[in-house]
């Protein structure tokens, strides 16, 4: 990862290693925005190094038994702890068996070697309009489980999580600590495509959930916040054969989806790539 910085260097700052997730709390309220949370630290090390966080303390979750966590209960759902790395989801069979949405992403979101340190919660936690995880977990129904100091526990909808470029929905004395994936429903089809030709980042990403008449649609890299095409989603509900709504689908999101331009790309330029990667998808989903 690189935003074109002339640093090579990390700044200097104080390495903590809490052993519990309540040590970690207390240090985080004692230090305030001074600490930040590390579950891989391949991002957040990467922004010290390119001078974009400052960080006087750097706490290292990795110590902690509880967030390690990935446990899978049928009926129920998944659930991911923050210092999971992709590596080991990747190798979880349930995963590619019936989470294929999270299973494509994982497959694009780093290379091998670095699947072994990277985490989802990481990637999530970024935030950043080019990382993959938010989209398939939003079609996927996915809740942030997040703690601070003195037991106090909320959630947060993966849909909600990503309030800007580079901000998400924690507070300053708060870790995300996992991330519940619901059981998908029975018979439902996942799947995310991503187009990033030419870059490190991706131009335009899709994850998509079809489920009967229930389609679900997130699209990434196009704007600062993950974005719901909630209109093309309505027309699955609608009568038609499938291929008949598909391009009806196809038709509203180019109607009402606007991607930003960027060094990346134009607008226009990635409204084309969303037809393309979109109709995949869909071909994906359904079949033909």
């Known amino acids: 990862m690189s935003f074109g910085s002339s640093y090579f260097t990390l700044p200097r700052f104080k390495y903590e290693r809490p052993g519990s997730l309540e040590e970690a709390l207390e240090l985080l309220s004692e230090h305030g925005e001074e600490a930040k949370p590390m579950a891989g630290g391949v991002g957040l090390l990467a922004f010290m190094k390119e001078r974009l966080v400052d960080a006087k303390y750097v706490l290292d979750l990795k110590g902690i038994p509880e967030l390690r966590r990935l446990e899978y209960e049928r009926g129920s759902g998944l659930t991911v702890g923050a210092t999971v790395t992709l590596g080991e989801l990747e190798e979880y069979p ?56 003195g037991g106090a526990t909320r959630t947060v909808r993966a849909k909600d999580f990503i309030t800007g470029a580079a901000e998400n929905a924690l507070q300053p004395d708060e870790i995300a600590t996992s991330i519940f994936i619901p059981e998908p429903p029975d018979g439902s089809r996942s799947a995310y495509l991503k187009f990033s030709a030419g870059t490190e980042f991706g131009i335009a990403s899709v994850a998509g959930l079809a ?78």
Request: with cysteine.
């Open 94 to 149: 349930i995963v590619k068996e019936r989470y294929g949405a999270l299973y494509d992403a994982i497959r694009v979101l780093s290379d091998p070697i670095l699947r072994n340190r990277s985490t989802l919660m990481g990637d999530l936690c970024e935030a950043i309009p080019w990382v993959d995880s938010p989209p398939p977990l939003m079609v996927l129904n996915a809740e942030v489980g997040v703690s601070k100091a």
């Open 211 to 288: 489920s009967g008449r229930e389609v679900r649609l997130a699209y990434g890299c196009i704007a600062a916040v993950p974005v719901e095409p909630v209109e093309a989603e309505e027309v699955f509900r609608g009568a038609g054969g499938v291929n008949e709504l598909m391009n009806r689908a196809l038709k509203v999101i180019d109607e009402t989806v606007e991607p930003f331009t960027d060094t990346l790309g134009t607008a226009e330029y990635r409204k084309n790539i969303i037809q393309v990667i979109t109709g995949d998808l869909f071909r994906r989903l359904f079949g033909g």
